[in-house]
């Protein structure tokens, strides 16, 4: 017992000092801010948090032999990153919600909870919120390894001049979400419908005989759930901590391979990390080997191509662009000049922007 209190009097100590650090912290990057409106930059450096985030892991990995858990360390300096930038300028986010979606999830990701976040309720609403600077960013879903693309976000670049400025991949895991202890005494499990697809196995595996119930979102399952007493939804880890309900099982889900891709969406470029992504969006013209003509640009310059996916236009009936994603950054020397070769062709339609690639790409 001494020792136990010995050790507690350690942790006192060294946490005074982590306060004392975070406080010298927040001061510094409270001048940092003075600094970048003096001289009209954008306050959000996705680019240095990439920077600050990639240097404290290695250094986790190499000085400690990563024994904070790698996660757990991302997510400590995604929240003092937060609150550092949340003094220099309070970031209003829009995301389409409602709250506790996988989106909302997303944006917290990307943003910590430091941030003002604004739920509208259709992927139009985030590009208008941006668009028309009712908020500084949006987050939207692009893609789903199970379903696919999300076509109404491709097709909201064509008609809104955004940036896209960061990406964020997450797993989509369910949990079992009420306040009950016990499995057994779950009589109804309340959720939306993709998501009670989504489980299908380990229902029918450990609770054959409960009813369900169909919601119109997962965060609607949560609010019934709080109003019953032998009830479950079937929601994310946010809407756990929204609602203020416990996990009573984890990881639910029937596959493990389900990941979603969201944009961080808004006006200006970000700068070159080293590790990043272009997205663009091609005209190719309705004749033979003119796809091919397109590709071989990225080709002649050694420019690796992630994704292509095309179209309709929306101005001819079957004219087709095409959205490709590409690693490498538009200051990066091949990239430059293969966009050079695409740009006297007449073959760029937009440069949807240059950005970090996710941090935790689990594809
Ligand atoms: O380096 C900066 O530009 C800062 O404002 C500091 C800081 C940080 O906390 O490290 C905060 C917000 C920015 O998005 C990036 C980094």
Redesign the pocket.
Known sequence: MDEIWALRKEIDRIDEEILRLLNE??S??QR??EL?KNAG?D????E??RE?FERLLKLNRELYGGKFPEEALFHVYRE??????SV?KPLRVAYLGPKATFTHQAALEYFGFSVHYVPVSTIRDVFSEVDLDRVDYGVVPVENTIEGVVNYTLDMFLEYDLKIVGEVVIPIRLHLLSNLSNLKDVKRIYSHRHALAQCRTWLDKNLPNAQIIETESTARACEIVLELEDAAAIASEVASYTYHLGILAENIQDSSNNFTRFLVIGKRSVKRTGKDKTSLILAVRNKPGDLYKTLESFYIYGVNLTKIESRPSKKKAWDYVFFVDLDGHMEDENVKMALESLSKNNRIIKILGSYPKALFEES
Do not use: F, Q
Request: charged content about 25%; proline content about 5%.
């Open positions: 912290r927040i510094i990057a940092i801010g970048k930059l306050i959000h450096a996705p240095r948090e600050v003092v990153m937060s609150a550092c930038l220099e």
